[in-house]
């Protein structure tokens, strides 16, 4: 999931997901950001997947 939001946060610039990676590196390490970022991708996949959404860039 790390590399998946690597991945995301390099290619997808403007998405939520991204922002919040830039606004946790500011105040804390990359890793800690990374993680963190990680773990808003998981929860928008677990609402995609329980609520049949489909995923939009701009959140």
Do not use: P, W
């Not at 403007?14 to 590196?25: C, D, L, M, P, Q």
């Not at 990374?34 to 329980?50: E, G, Q, T």
């Amino acid at each position: 999931m790390i590399q998946c939001t690597r991945s995301h946060v390099r290619n997808c610039c403007k998405s939520r997901i991204t922002r919040h990676y830039n606004e946790v590196k500011k105040r804390r390490d990359e890793n800690i950001a990374i993680v963190a970022a990680a773990r808003k991708l998981m929860r928008a996949i677990y609402i995609m997947l329980k609520e049949e959404l489909t995923f939009r860039l701009d959140g």
